[in-house]
């Protein structure tokens, strides 16, 4: 089936027997079928973490440490403790995780590239109106949930490992460098301001890899689907013209099936995935190769790289 029938026939989903989420999510994918490139409001996403991603799930302990790779390349993300106003003892809350964790810090990063401000207001007085913006309900459970989102992304902290023939570079690169904590009446920490690493800030504005808005709203059910959204946004416009790049299911699943044990499995789970990505993402231009693997063109962007260079 086509990008554009997909796109159509999601317009059609019924309400009857279709949850609400459903429904929205469908009138987003086809609203973003709709939308022009050149209309397309712009997200940001740091060009490594389009390679190596966050965690999809929530890891089984809040000090877990999480460990992804892509080739050579390696990001390792590290809790860190913070301190509970209540006991005045340190404990951890967790890794940022899944589609809340993916959406919130591409719009903190399109926050800061657009103000060239490191420093970001996250009080309660502006969280509601973030919240809407995001794409999210201004319920009480999403607040709370990007509450804690943006307290995981504040107290944790990268390692990027390059592990060349002859020699090994490791970077350690907090996202929030600084953070002060609103206290409420239950005594939880969350974050009413957050500065984001020098490092960071300054890696996001050399290498921000844009991304449509309301694309990745359309996706916000599915964090693989995210991910993969991001590495061919990053991806296919640097492939050289007649030169495509061949990438074999193990390639793959060593980079976007991590929780799979069974070939099979991942490799059926992530031709669905693709096929809602291609649904947005209508420009990328991609051959599936049977049981081999995945063939990959010079495609566009999926913002117009001058609408891009202007913004920044």
């Known amino acids: 089936m086509s990008a554009k029938k997909d796109a159509e026939k999601a317009l059609k989903l019924k309400p009857d027997g279709t949850s609400k989420v459903a429904v929205r999510r469908s009138k987003l994918i086809y609203e973003a079928y709709q939308e022009e490139p050149d209309d397309r409001e712009m997200l940001f996403q ?143 920490r969350w974050p009413e301001q957050i500065e984001l690493s020098e490092q960071y800030f300054k890696n996001l504005v050399e290498h921000a890899v844009p991304l449509p808005k309301l694309h990745l709203a359309a996706l916000s059910n599915n964090a693989t689907a995210i991910d993969l959204y991001c590495f061919l946004a990053h991806r296919l416009h640097r492939i050289p013209k007649g030169k495509p790049q061949f990438l074999a299911w193990k390639t793959l699943k060593d980079q976007f099936g991590g929780e799979y044990t069974r070939m099979t499995d991942f490799r059926t789970n992530f031709k669905k995935t693709w096929d809602l990505v291609r649904t947005l993402y209508t420009d990328a231009k991609i051959e599936q190769k049977g049981t081999r693997g995945m063939l990959l063109h010079n495609s566009p962007t999926p913002i117009p790289q001058q609408l891009f260079m202007f913004a920044k």
């Open 46 to 188: 740091a060009a490594a973490m389009c390679q190596v991603f966050l965690p999809r799930r929530e890891p089984l302990t809040p000090s877990e440490v999480w460990e992804t790779e892509s080739g050579k390349f390696t990001m390792t993300v590290i809790p860190l403790p913070v301190m509970n106003p209540a006991t005045h003892k340190n404990e951890y809350i967790g890794l940022p995780y899944g589609t809340k964790a993916r959406i919130i810090l591409a719009n903190l990063n399109a926050i800061a590239v657009q103000t060239q401000n490191r420093v970001i207001d996250v009080s309660s007085n502006n969280l509601t109106q973030f919240v809407k913006e995001i794409g999210m309900t201004d319920g009480g459970s999403q607040i709370s949930g990007v509450r804690d989102q943006i307290a995981r992304l504040s107290n944790s902290i990268m390692r990027l490992t390059f592990d060349g023939a002859e020699w090994q570079d490791n970077t350690n690169m907090p996202i929030v460098s600084r953070f002060t904590v609103f206290k409420d009446s239950n005594q939880q």
